[in-house]
């Protein structure tokens, strides 16, 4: 996966994409769809895909090479903890953590960058629709502006995410101690695991509201079918979106799973609305509008490769199984993510940041896997693979989970909550409030920690975990003479959890 | 790192297993071979799944006891400590971010340290950061010479 097939990716679709611009740049879109009539379906398929590729084109420093060393060792998340394991690693340096750290900020920021970027493109998606008068907006006196309301509340909270995860990068960068950075890269997973998964949702309802428009502005269909149609999928949608922006991680994962089946099963109701829509022109008048309207469509989500071609009802990608290729993951001859995606994804996967459900997602609805959900639903091994998936990874996902009736392990803070004051001075408030670093510790460890059990070996020695990393802190800011930065307490703190032997694995305790 | 296996099952027998299977019938002996090495380096060659830093920590500090050498552990452990913090040894220019790490380093040996040697660890690191050592220094082990002046033996 070399600088070869990057090459190769690139001016391909440099070629196709003449302008270099992408498929979502507003009127690029439009553009290119017209083009792309004229060669087909086969053809449009292409051309998306390259488009898409373009979309996952992005400069990436490639990890450390196949033979690197990554140990791993069951911890009680789906995430790996990737950075305590690390350091224990046979042959493991500073050095290979500081790598693996850099290449997941990297990965980390290439992420936010791609969903940013359909972010804005959904968000100048939904101002096209608000601008025009004859659609959504002018229609039914107005009753259907709520759903694209809804788009942009939806949008809203991604760009929060977007933002939050954005700080917790940032704040990852500066602090030295390598361990630490993936811990706040893997804090922000969530975050950035959710703006993901919703921001192919969104996706998905601009493109209903698209089509919705189309028809609206064209009259083919009734104001009140519509309407009780849109409400319908708002309400399908709705139980993925809340549970992406729980910010439970299990509840993300849960919804990620869930994705490409909902993803499929609104492909359908996009499906059969277009279906109503041919119906409904019967003269030929109103086909040859609706022809036209169908062409200027510029859909947003994945459902574009889902959708039957609207005169050939050209079969869906069933039974097409998904294969890791030279280039990034195929689906017969068509890219459905470039290598660079792949690296990517499996850089944040291996390193505890994203989960490998919601990344399978994503690929799955990337290629239009998602008729395929109620039967064979997971992808093939190969492509988990090299999305980062390993037995570890599988094993922790079945330990790491909670089982039905099992009482969560509890969940204690590694900065003292009786000095939550002491620490919202020093920067620890919002995102980075002190409610987000704590760890669940296995019984023996926390006693252990906490100075109890049969642990004390001198009389006089103060193991107590609070006092103990109180005292570095009070001491260390007595020494610098000014209030200690939110970075020098971190890597304090990640000092602290080496030496106890904590796993640099945080998880919330309470609040938002 | 181990998710709480270094606290599972007797973990003094387990250290002292280890440090036996080395060839050495002292944890301080263990240390003494290794100087300057970071706490957390120790821990991960006796066991880097079942040891945690700071249970070495702790079995040096009560070797120390037995033999009245506490005060030559606290040098110890700051050894320890400045090699993993500056590695490059002591900053040319104590400016903003080198006094950060230079505090940083000094508040986590003042934490390690036992009640009985607290105070004159503290007064060491001031004066330490009052009269700086030559740039670059960096002790290689508890009996360098600016250690002892600053924190001399005074066990009976």
């Given at each position: 996966?070399?600088?070869?097939?990057?090459?190769?990716?690139?001016?391909?679709?440099?070629?196709?994409?003449?302008?270099?611009?992408?498929?979502?740049?507003?009127?690029?879109?439009?553009?290119?769809t017209?083009?792309?009539?004229?060669?087909?379906?086969?053809?449009?398929?292409?051309?998306?895909?390259?488009?898409?590729?373009?979309?996952?084109?992005?400069?990436?420093?490639?990890?450390?090479?196949?033979?690197r060393?990554?140990?791993y060792?069951?911890?009680g998340?789906t995430?790996?903890?990737?950075?305590?394991?690390?350091?224990?690693?046979?042959?493991?340096s500073?050095?290979?953590?500081?790598?693996?750290?850099?290449?997941?900020h990297?990965?980390f920021?290439?992420?936010?960058?791609?969903?940013?970027?359909?972010a804005?493109?959904?968000?100048?998606?939904?101002?096209?629709?608000?601008?025009?008068?004859?659609?959504i907006?002018?229609?039914?006196?107005g009753?259907?502006?709520?759903?694209?309301?809804?788009?942009e509340?939806?949008l809203?909270?991604?760009?929060?995410?977007?933002?939050?995860?954005t700080?917790v990068a940032?704040?990852?960068?500066?602090?030295?101690?390598?361990?630490?950075?993936?811990?706040?890269l893997?804090?922000?997973g969530p975050?950035?695991?959710?703006?993901?998964?919703?921001?192919?949702?969104?996706a998905?309802?601009?493109?209903?509201?698209?089509?919705?428009?189309?028809?609206?502005?064209?009259r083919?269909?009734?104001?009140?079918?519509?309407?009780?149609?849109l409400?319908?999928?708002?309400?399908?949608?709705?139980?993925?979106?809340?549970?992406?922006?729980?910010?439970?991680?299990?509840?993300?994962?849960?919804?990620?799973?869930?994705?490409?089946?909902?993803?499929?099963?609104?492909?359908?109701?996009?499906?059969?609305?277009?279906?109503?829509?041919?119906?409904?022109?019967?003269?030929?008048?109103?086909?040859?509008?609706?022809?036209?309207?169908?062409?200027?469509?510029?859909?947003?989500?994945?459902?574009?490769?889902?959708?039957?071609?609207?005169?050939?009802?050209?079969?869906?990608?069933?039974?097409?199984?998904?294969?890791?290729?030279?280039?990034?993951?195929m689906?017969?001859?068509?890219?459905?993510?470039s290598?660079?995606?792949?690296?990517?994804?499996?850089?944040?996967?291996?390193?505890?940041?994203?989960?490998?459900?919601?990344?399978?997602a994503?690929?799955?609805?990337?290629?239009?896997?998602?008729?395929?959900?109620?039967?064979?639903?997971?992808?093939?091994?190969?492509?988990?693979?090299?999305?980062?998936d390993?037995p570890?990874?599988?094993?922790?996902?079945?330990?790491?989970?909670?089982?039905?009736?099992?009482?969560?392990?509890?969940?204690?803070?590694?900065?003292?909550?009786?000095?939550?004051?002491?620490?919202?001075?020093?920067?620890?408030?919002?995102?980075m409030?002190?409610?987000?670093?704590?760890?669940?510790?296995?019984?023996?460890?926390?006693?252990?920690?906490?100075?109890?059990?049969?642990?004390?070996?001198?009389?006089?020695w103060?193991?107590?975990?609070?006092?103990?990393?109180?005292?570095?802190?009070?001491?260390?800011?007595?020494?610098?003479g000014?209030?200690?930065?939110?970075?020098?307490i971190?890597e304090?703190?990640?000092?602290?959890?080496q030496?106890?032997d904590?796993?640099m694995?945080?998880?919330r305790?309470?609040?938002? | 790192m181990?998710?709480?296996?270094?606290?599972?099952?007797?973990?003094?027998?387990?250290?002292?297993?280890?440090?036996?299977?080395?060839?050495?019938?002292?944890?301080?002996?263990?240390?003494?071979?290794?100087?300057?090495?970071?706490?957390?380096?120790?821990?991960?060659?006796?066991?880097?799944?079942?040891?945690?830093?700071?249970?070495?920590?702790?079995?040096?500090?009560?070797?120390?006891?037995?033999?009245?050498q506490?005060?030559?552990?606290?040098?110890?452990?700051?050894v320890?400590?400045?090699?993993?913090?500056?590695?490059d040894?002591w900053?040319?220019v104590?400016?903003h971010?080198?006094?950060?790490?230079?505090?940083?380093?000094?508040?986590?040996?003042?934490?390690?340290?036992?009640?009985?040697?607290k105070e004159?660890?503290?007064?060491?690191?001031?004066?330490?950061?009052a009269?700086?050592?030559?740039?670059?220094?960096?002790?290689?082990?508890p009996?360098?010479?600016?250690?002892?002046?600053?924190?001399?033996?005074?066990?009976?």
């Open positions: 996966m070399g600088a070869l097939h990057r090459t190769q990716a690139a001016s391909v679709s440099a070629q196709v994409l003449d302008d270099g611009g992408e498929q979502s740049v507003p009127g690029m879109g439009l553009g290119l017209m083009r792309v009539d004229s060669s087909g379906a086969k053809g449009t398929g292409l051309l998306l895909a390259l488009a898409l590729l373009c979309n996952a084109c992005v400069p990436l420093t490639p990890p450390p090479g196949p033979g060393s990554l140990g060792s069951p911890h998340g995430r790996l903890a990737m950075a305590g394991v690390m350091a224990a690693a046979p042959g493991s500073d050095a290979t953590v500081r790598r693996s750290a850099l290449a997941t990297l990965a920021r290439s992420a936010l960058r791609e969903v940013s970027g359909s804005l493109r959904v968000s100048s998606e939904l101002s096209r629709l608000e601008a025009s008068d004859s659609g907006v002018g229609a039914g006196n009753i259907f502006v709520r759903y694209a309301e809804y788009g509340a939806r809203r909270w991604i760009d929060a995410e977007l933002a939050a995860a700080e940032a704040a990852a960068s500066e602090v030295e101690a390598p361990e630490m950075q993936l811990a706040l893997r804090l922000a975050r950035l695991e959710a703006a993901m998964m919703g921001s192919m949702l969104l998905v309802w601009v493109d209903f509201l698209t089509l919705t428009d189309a028809a609206l502005s064209r083919l269909n009734s104001v009140e079918a519509l309407f009780m149609r409400d319908g999928w708002q309400k399908m949608l709705e139980p993925a979106m809340t549970a992406l922006s729980s910010q439970a991680p299990e509840q993300v994962e849960a919804a990620a799973q869930d994705m490409p089946a909902l993803v499929g099963h609104l492909s359908r109701e996009l499906a059969a609305l277009l279906e109503d829509m041919n119906k409904g022109a019967k003269v030929l008048e109103t086909a040859l509008v609706l022809k036209e309207s169908m062409e200027a469509l510029t859909l947003l989500s994945a459902l574009k490769f889902t959708l039957p071609a609207l005169r050939a009802a050209a079969p869906v990608s069933l039974g097409v199984g998904l294969m890791v290729g030279p280039n990034g993951v689906m017969g001859t068509r890219m459905v993510v290598a660079e995606w792949v690296e990517m994804m499996r850089q944040l996967v291996r390193a505890g940041v994203l989960s490998v459900p919601a990344v399978s994503a690929v799955r609805i990337q290629a239009g896997h998602v008729m395929m959900a109620q039967g064979h639903g997971d992808l093939s091994r190969g492509v988990r693979e090299a999305l980062g390993s570890e990874v599988r094993a922790m996902r079945v330990t790491g989970k909670t089982g039905a009736g099992m009482a969560e392990p509890p969940r204690h803070h590694v900065m003292p909550n009786e000095l939550r004051e002491w620490f919202e001075m020093r920067g620890f408030t919002g995102k409030s002190i409610e987000w670093f704590c760890v669940t510790l296995q019984q023996a460890h926390h006693q252990a920690i906490h100075g109890g059990g049969n642990w004390k070996l001198g009389r006089k103060p193991g107590e975990w609070n006092r103990m990393i109180m005292e570095a802190l009070y001491d260390a800011e007595a020494k610098a000014r209030m200690l930065t939110r970075n020098t971190l304090i703190v990640a000092v602290y959890m030496l106890y904590i796993p694995n945080f998880v305790c309470r609040g938002k | 181990t998710d709480g296996r270094s606290w599972e099952g007797n973990w003094r027998v387990r250290l002292y297993e280890r440090v036996r299977e080395r060839g050495y019938d002292s944890l301080t002996a263990f240390a003494e071979a290794r100087p300057a090495v970071p706490l957390y380096l120790l821990a991960e060659e006796l066991g880097k799944d079942d040891i945690a830093a700071v249970q070495v920590l702790s079995g040096l500090l009560a070797e120390a006891e037995q033999r009245k506490v005060t030559r552990f606290v040098r110890d452990v700051l320890r400590m400045l090699s993993q913090s500056l590695p040894g900053p040319t104590l400016d971010a080198n006094r950060f790490k230079v505090a940083k380093a000094m508040g986590r040996w003042f934490a390690y340290t036992p009640e009985t040697h004159r660890a503290d007064r060491a690191g001031d004066a330490l950061l009269t700086p050592p030559p740039p670059g220094w960096l002790p290689r082990g009996d360098d010479e600016l250690l002892l002046t600053l924190l001399p033996d005074e066990e009976v």
